[in-house]
């Protein structure tokens, strides 16, 4: 099916979203550690409150996931830290 987003209605996005949230890809293979990725740098923790991820630099200000200089183990941990950081900044940055 072939159609611009603005044309499908509530049940061809269902539809689709059953369809993303289904799709499997096999692990075929992994490369050396030398092609390792690894990121470093973002917000400094120190200016960001531990408990609430607001700036304590600039009020209302709430970050989440890669932007802080956070560094963990490949393997999945920095999609937690993603959904995690989001869900604590979202329940404490208030709401309009």
């Known amino acids: 099916m072939q159609a ?5 209605n509530d049940k061809d ?3 689709l979203a059953d369809k993303l949230k289904d799709w499997n890809f096999e692990v075929v293979g992994t490369t050396s550690w030398k092609d390792s ?3 470093l740098g ?3 923790t120190t200016e960001i409150g531990p408990y609430t991820l607001e700036s304590t630099i600039v009020p209302d200000l709430f970050f989440a996931g890669e ?4 560094a963990g183990e490949s393997g999945g ?3 937690q830290w993603s959904w995690s ?4 900044a ?3 940055a208030p709401s309009e």
């Open 4 to 8: 611009p987003v603005s044309s499908l």
């Open 13 to 15: 996005i269902e539809m």
């Open 37 to 39: 990725q690894v990121s």
């Open 42 to 44: 973002g917000i400094n």
């Open 67 to 70: 932007v802080m200089d956070v």
């Open 77 to 79: 941990y920095n999609l």
């Open 85 to 88: 950081t989001g869900y604590l």
């Open 90 to 92: 979202g329940s404490t």
